[in-house]
């Protein structure tokens, strides 16, 4: 069974960075995609970048509000997923979760760029003040 572990996040003005990682076990991770997602209070988990390695070539697709300012990457020797987040700002804040392609019985379901992720990390809080 998928278990998505992640770290990072925490407190930061506006114009700060971050990093968050996300150890991914018991998932074929090297040939899914794999994804950061956001929710904030209120609101829907929105998808913000997406990432699929194919013969040593990376595939990254992006949402327009995260869109030079986050960087998604992975290291398939670890089995790691990260999300570099600079220049944040305010509207960043909320709840962030890494997620893998698929869907699991009975459990939270979204698409971005066309690709359902139904694997879920814990979550982790990123604040963002101005």
């Known amino acids: 069974q998928a278990q998505l572990v992640q770290s990072g996040g925490g407190s930061v003005q506006a114009g700060g960075s971050l990093r968050l990682s996300c150890i991914v076990s018991g998932y074929p991770y090297s040939m899914h995609y794999m994804a950061w997602f956001r929710q904030a209070p209120g609101s829907e988990r929105q998808g913000l970048a997406s990432i699929k390695s194919v013969d040593y070539t990376d595939y990254t697709y992006y949402a327009d509000s995260v869109k030079g300012r986050f960087t998604i990457s992975a290291d398939n020797a670890k089995n790691t997923l990260y999300l570099q987040m600079n220049n944040l700002r305010p509207e960043d804040t909320g709840m962030y979760y890494c997620?893998?392609?698929?869907?699991?019985?009975?459990?939270?379901?979204?698409?971005?760029?066309?690709?359902?992720?139904?694997?879920w990390g814990q979550g982790t809080q990123v604040t963002v003040s101005s």
């Open positions: 997620a893998a392609e698929g869907r699991s019985e009975g459990g939270t379901w979204y698409l971005f760029g066309g690709i359902g992720f139904g694997y």
